[in-house]
Nanobody, 125 residues
Framework: QLQLVESGGGLVQPGGSLRLSCSAS????????IAWFRQGPGQEREGVSC????????HYTESVEGRFTISRDNAKNTVYLQMNKMNPDDTGVYYCAAGSACWLGHRSRYEYDHWGQGTQVTVSS
């Protein structure tokens, strides 16, 4: 039984940085693709980034391209999301999810089988 726990959220000023962590327990993440989703106030949950089990061919939504970096350390059973040059549009609850493939298209949220409970990220001055 795979369980995921997010951490690292908080309040950050525009232009600042945060690093989110997604820690797994129960089983290893070696055979799972991991995605980060976020849901802003009154908005639909959207895919932010994902990484295959091998760590290659990562994907990002256009709004975070060049600012966010997803990575994984399978030895630590943890996936990270480094967020730089943050702006208020990055505000929301961030969730990590595990599935069989890395993709962020419409309805991709339904292809991930395991979810964490989320961590709040607020970008404000």
């Amino acid at each position: 039984q795979l369980q995921l726990v997010e951490s690292g959220g908080g309040l950050v000023q525009p232009g600042g940085s945060l690093r989110l962590s997604c820690s797994a327990s129960g089983v290893t993440l070696d055979n799972y693709a991991i995605a980060w989703f976020r849901q802003g106030p009154g908005q639909e949950r959207e895919g932010v980034s994902c990484i295959p089990n091998s760590g290659g061919n990562t994907h990002y939504t256009e709004s975070v391209e060049g600012r966010f970096t997803i990575s994984r350390d399978n030895a630590k059973n943890t996936v990270y999301l480094q967020m730089n040059k943050m702006n208020p549009d990055d505000t929301g609850v961030y969730y990590c999810a595990a599935g069989s493939a890395c993709w962020l298209g419409h309805r991709s949220r339904y292809e991930y089988d395991h979810w964490g409970q989320g961590t709040q990220v607020t970008v404000s001055s």
